[in-house]
């Protein structure tokens, strides 16, 4: 085969590779459905929604009164988890555990538990140890917005849109992940069929203007 | 002739696209992972994703305009202006918008370092307190005006330098006013630049003065400006600039002649003072005897609401400015002489001695603090070899810049966003500065978060701490 083909045929196949890898990878901006990134933290909201039946609220606090619907700071964990520190089947297997070997029950302390105590600087005891720098958790974002697109929760979660309109059924998810995708369509589909058919039984305007979103 | 000059409008077309195509295909793919760091404990005033706000000083530059800083879970994320504030009036300058971006720089250094390796503060306060105690000859600070003009930093700058024989503060701007304070001293008899009071002034004529844009304290003069409009305002220039396309009639004059056309309107102000001076009869290039005359007028007949501004680093020029200020009554009305101006504080004079003493090696303690004179002042490079011998140098930086990377002693300072701190842009009006964050970024070490100069100075002296710095100002 002469030299020139060979060169045309790898070309052509680098092409397709290529364009095999853009029809896989294409996303729209806004658009992550599917990510679920490893938190520093096991979070589970299927546990804490779910089973505990603790309102969205109650940790993401801005998403009725504020743009950004937040995430909330290590001592709302604490409200709870001053007490809890492992899972109720670890606590009784160690309360039987120590029933039969007749001894005192001792604190049984997660992984993620410690995670959360030493990010405070606390030990498993939950007392300041001065050897233990306090450092933020620093959770992976799983819902980026692109920066050319302004969206407020406000407007949402007042006319009574779930969350789980855009962001999935989250009480279920053992781990956190985007749902769908959140890119513009998605966001004027919704708005188009609001307008159409209200929310809730109540009437709209579900804004379709450009400057609403890409102010 | 190599192949690349070869290349034809087509195969540069073929590449340019490739390349474009090939840039553009990470933006269709998922953001790079970010992450949410969010509050140990929640300040009770704040809650997750609500925007607070705190008002504090700017530190874009020495001017000392007042901001409001947006703050998102614990991070300052805008600036704005704060409404109603002495200086700034509720305006911030692009330059005051973007100091906002010098908190998060990633090439800020966090923790000490000595001969360029991280310690820990007690290495570097031990190890000050015995070079200190050996060191022999002159002890001096050069710092920027944003330490002169604090209140809390000078005085513990001065009583740091209490315990020393021979000390001195020096202090240089990178965008100097010292010309002004300088003719001031000959004119007045006191080292200070005036307030300049536009929104009291009718008449203005501004020789190189782009106080509009640049000159000592642009967003103070553009409120006053706007508040109450010069009727006249003349702008005698060589280059364009803001304030000159502001103004009313614009005289372009060439750099060098900018003396002889400031000479010419002097000389005839005072002819209508009755001084008896002789007229100049010749004008540079492209003035005319009767425009010199029609301005004289106009600022002569304006006497006590006129404003003569001048920008040139020349003394002899900024007296002559004084001069005609002083004829024009605008001393009490458009310049505030009792309340002066303390937003450039430097001293051209006094970095010329300093630049002496360091060449003969009469300096033995040097901190530098918040400046970089290797990058900042004309005669930089030959520094970079002074302050190498100087026996004692502490460099107390925010960043590694070309400065503090050849410092034996290398202090970090955190951003004025995170520390408290005073200052004084004008004489008797101070205004606080308040952490809007705790100190960004991780810390390999506890307790190593960046000090303030102040702070530094009073733990190397030991128990000559005062209470200022127990408290960690």
């Known amino acids: ?215 | 002739m190599s192949k690349f000059d070869t290349t034809s409008r087509r195969t540069f077309l073929q590449a340019a696209g490739f390349t474009i195509a090939a840039a553009a295909m990470p933006g269709c793919s998922r953001p790079p992972e970010r992450s949410r760091v969010t509050h140990l404990v929640q300040p009770e005033v704040a809650s997750p994703g609500e925007r607070l706000q705190y008002a504090t000083t700017c530190p874009g530059c020495s001017a000392g305009c007042g901001v409001l800083a947006s703050v998102r879970d614990g991070r300052p994320v805008k600036l704005e202006g704060l409404p109603g504030h002495p200086v700034s009036q509720g305006g911030l300058c692009a330059a005051g918008q973007a100091s906002i971006l010098g908190l998060y720089d990633g090439k800020r250094v966090r923790q000490p370092r000595l001969d360029g390796k991280p310690v820990s503060w007690d290495r570097i306060d031990a190890g000050l307190k015995t070079e200190f105690a050996a060191a022999r000859g002159a002890t001096r600070v050069l710092t920027g005006t944003d330490a002169a003009a604090s209140p809390t930093t000078r005085a513990m700058i001065s009583r740091f330098l209490g315990g020393f024989a021979d000390a001195r503060h020096d202090v240089y701007d990178v965008l100097s006013a010292s010309a002004i304070a300088d003719a001031h001293r000959a004119t007045h008899g006191a080292r200070v630049i005036p307030r300049f009071r536009f929104d009291r002034a009718d008449v203005v004529v501004a020789f190189e003065a782009d106080f509009l844009g640049t000159w000592i304290s642009p967003v103070e003069f553009a409120a006053a400006y706007t508040r109450q409009r010069p009727r006249l305002h003349v702008q005698v220039e060589s280059r364009m600039t803001l304030t000159g396309s502001k103004a009313d009639r614009r005289i372009v004059v060439a750099p060098g002649d900018l003396g002889p056309t400031m000479a010419a309107l002097v000389a005839r102000l005072a002819s209508r003072a009755g001084h008896g001076v002789v007229v100049p009869a010749v004008l540079p290039t492209g003035l005319t005897a009767e425009t010199m005359d029609r301005l004289a007028d106009s600022l002569w007949r304006a006497r006590g609401r006129a404003l003569v501004a001048c920008g040139s680093e020349n003394v002899p020029l900024q007296r002559l400015v004084s001069f005609a200020n002083e004829m024009l009554q605008a001393y009490g009305s458009t310049l505030d002489l009792t309340r002066p101006s303390r937003q450039r504080l430097g001293d051209d004079a006094s970095i010329a001695r300093l630049t002496r003493e360091l060449e003969t090696g009469a300096v033995g303690v040097l901190v530098t603090s918040g400046v970089n004179p290797i990058h900042e002042l004309p005669e930089g490079s030959q520094w970079a070899e002074l302050l190498t011998k100087v026996p004692v140098w502490v460099s107390v930086a925010e960043r590694v810049d070309e400065t503090a990377a050849l410092a034996r002693y290398l202090c970090p300072s955190p951003h004025p966003f995170e520390s408290w701190g005073d200052y004084e842009p004008i004489a008797g009006t101070v205004c606080l500065r308040q952490p809007t964050t705790a100190a960004v970024g991780r810390h390999a070490l506890a307790g190593c978060q960046p000090r303030r100069v102040e702070r530094c100075a009073a733990r190397c002296r030991g128990a000559a701490a005062g209470p200022l710095a127990r408290r960690g100002v």
């Open chain 1, 1 to 215: 085969m002469p030299a020139r083909t060979l060169g045309l045929a790898a070309i052509s196949v680098a092409a397709l590779a290529l364009l095999v890898w853009v029809l896989v990878h294409w996303r729209l901006p806004g658009n992550d459905a599917g990510y679920t990134p490893v938190q520093p933290i096991a979070f589970s909201h299927r546990l804490h929604s779910t089973d505990l039946q603790i309102n969205c609220l109650y940790c993401h606090a801005g998403a009725n009164t504020a743009r950004y619907a937040g995430m909330p700071a290590a001592n709302v964990c604490m409200n709870c988890h001053r007490f809890v520190a492992a899972p109720t089947q670890a606590v009784k297997d160690e309360q039987w555990r120590a029933a039969r070997e007749g001894r005192d029950v001792r604190r049984i302390v997660s992984d993620a538990m410690r995670t959360l105590y030493r990010a405070q600087g606390l030990d498993d005891a939950l007392r300041p140890d001065p050897k233990i720098t306090p450092q933020p958790i620093a959770w992976v974002r799983v819902t980026q917005f692109p920066d050319f697109a302004y969206f407020d929760h406000r407007a949402h979660s007042r006319v009574g849109i779930e969350c789980q309109r855009c962001h999935g059924e989250v009480q279920t998810f053992e781990r956190t992940r985007q749902d769908q995708s959140l890119s513009m369509g998605s966001c004027v589909a919704c708005h188009r069929e609001s307008n159409r058919q209200g929310v809730n039984g109540m009437a709209v305007q579900a804004s379709l203007d450009c400057v609403s979103c890409h102010r």
